[in-house]
């Protein structure tokens, strides 16, 4: 099955900084999504993005699919950006999303 | 509007015992999901039903009983509760024609004592 691997595991920001979050996937996929867990637990949908370029206000995400690669861009990072940055992928006809291991992000003021 | 619900939030209970969890969701999709949160963040999909009909099924213990009466609800039925069930389980759903995004629900908080 399809093997997700997100980098970097932790990062510290100051606030008003950018960062690149990594998500490599072993096999082609026909989903890809992006979420983030805040502190309160909700896992809250950022991107659904099996392939190009989406932006939602400072977010952004980029799917090269033949490359087997996602990115997340958060820029001008605010404190209420903190908590795990996860990845999940899926491929074949049962949308079993593969969840990465996640990116915990800390924004400090 | 919550688009998929579960309930309850926060579930503690003894060792030994059963218990439910209850997944709804109002979004007119036609298949629903169950994961589980470890205690390591790690997120690991159970079950899914499309219009009823089981489609995945991890290696789970049989102790855990998905129940699918109509599309809309999913319910998570778990038998002689035992430490290491001690997780956050998170109902999702979504169309599954075209793999389209899965929209989670809140998380269920379940403590074994």
């Known amino acids: 099955g399809i093997q997700v691997e997100q980098s970097p595991p932790d990062l510290i920001l100051q606030e008003g900084a950018n960062s690149t979050l990594r998500c490599n996937f072993s096999d082609s996929v026909n989903n890809l999504q992006w979420f983030h867990q805040n502190p309160w637990g909700q896992l809250i949908n950022l991107f659904y993005i099996p392939s190009g370029t989406k932006q939602n206000g400072r977010l952004s995400a980029t799917t090269v699919a033949t490359e087997r690669y996602s990115l997340l861009y958060i820029s001008s990072s605010q404190t209420t950006d903190s908590g795990v940055y996860f990845c999940a992928a899926a491929g074949g006809a049962t949308n079993k999303l593969i969840f990465g291991t996640g990116t915990l992000l800390a924004v400090q003021p | 509007d919550t688009a998929v619900s579960q309930t309850p939030k926060y579930l503690v209970t003894q060792m030994g015992n059963d218990k439910s969890i209850k997944c709804e969701q109002n979004l007119g999709h036609d298949t629903m999901y169950w994961y589980k949160q470890d205690s390591k963040k790690f997120l690991k999909i159970m079950f899914s039903y499309n219009n009823k009909e089981l489609i995945i099924n991890e290696t789970v213990p049989n102790r855990f009983s998905p129940k699918s009466p109509d599309k809309a609800h999913l319910n998570l039925h778990i038998n002689s509760l035992e430490l290491g069930d001690s997780a956050v389980y998170f109902c999702?759903?979504?169309?599954?024609?075209?793999?389209?995004?899965?929209?989670f629900g809140d998380g269920t908080r379940l403590s074994i004592l």
């Open positions: 999702a759903s979504s169309q599954l024609y075209g793999n389209q995004p899965q929209h």
